[in-house]
């Protein structure tokens, strides 16, 4: 797999990843605290883990083809 490709899919993860995770924190805090309120500490750190992790078990499942 090509670095633009691996590049390409990691920053894919990450905005969706980043998206997902503010939207579940902002109507978690909305529903239990009553504060319109994202955590983007949490987002991010979540949107890095899941970009790094999935991009590379999808770099190892294509090699293996």
């Not at 633009?4 to 579940?24: G, N, P, Q, W, Y």
């Not at 999935?54 to 083809?65: F, V």
């Amino acid at each position: 797999m090509h670095i633009k490709m691996l590049l390409v899919d990691f920053v894919t993860l990450f905005a969706v990843a980043l998206v997902v995770s503010a939207i579940v924190t902002l109507l978690w805090n909305l529903i239990v605290h009553g504060a319109s309120t994202i955590d983007w500490e949490t987002s991010f750190r979540f949107a890095i883990i899941f970009g790094i992790i999935l991009t590379w078990t999808e770099a190892r499942r294509n090699k293996e083809k």
